[in-house]
Nanobody
Framework: QLQLVESGGGLVQPGGSLRLSCTASGSTFGINTMGWYRQAPGKQRELVAL???????DYADSVKGRFTISRDIAKNTAYLQMNTLKPDDTAVYHCYARRWRADYWGQGTQVTVSS
């Protein structure tokens, strides 16, 4: 099994920054993609950013230019640098990993953007 643990969420004012981290443990061999999704209250979970092992990146239009995903493949860790945060970014952010053809999710970390 694969476990994903997120950290770095919190309360930040509009225009501020946060950096999320996600570490994979357990059966990590075979991970081919890591990324981030988020779910706001009353809304469906949505893609934020993905990064396969080939270093390509894919971002939601709403975060392009503000968020940056990165990975340390050797450490099985993914990061999400979030800048110029907006109240609409408030959500639970879930780490995601694909191992072979199976999808895994972390429990999530709360990000609240409010003055």
């Amino acid at each position: 099994q694969l476990q994903l643990v997120e950290s770095g969420g919190g309360l930040v004012q509009p225009g501020g920054s946060l950096r999320l981290s996600c570490t994979a443990s357990g059966s990590t061999f075979g991970i081919n993609t890591m990324g981030w999704y988020r779910q706001a209250p009353g809304k469906q979970r949505e893609l934020v950013a993905l990064m396969p092992n080939d270093d390509r990146t894919d971002y939601a239009d709403s975060v392009k230019g503000r968020f940056t995903i990165s990975r340390d493949i050797a450490k099985n860790t993914a990061y999400l640098q979030m800048n110029t945060l907006k109240p609409d970014d408030t959500a639970v952010y879930h780490c995601y990993a694909r191992r072979w053809r199976a999808d895994y999710w972390g429990q999530g970390t709360q990000v609240t953007v409010s003055s």
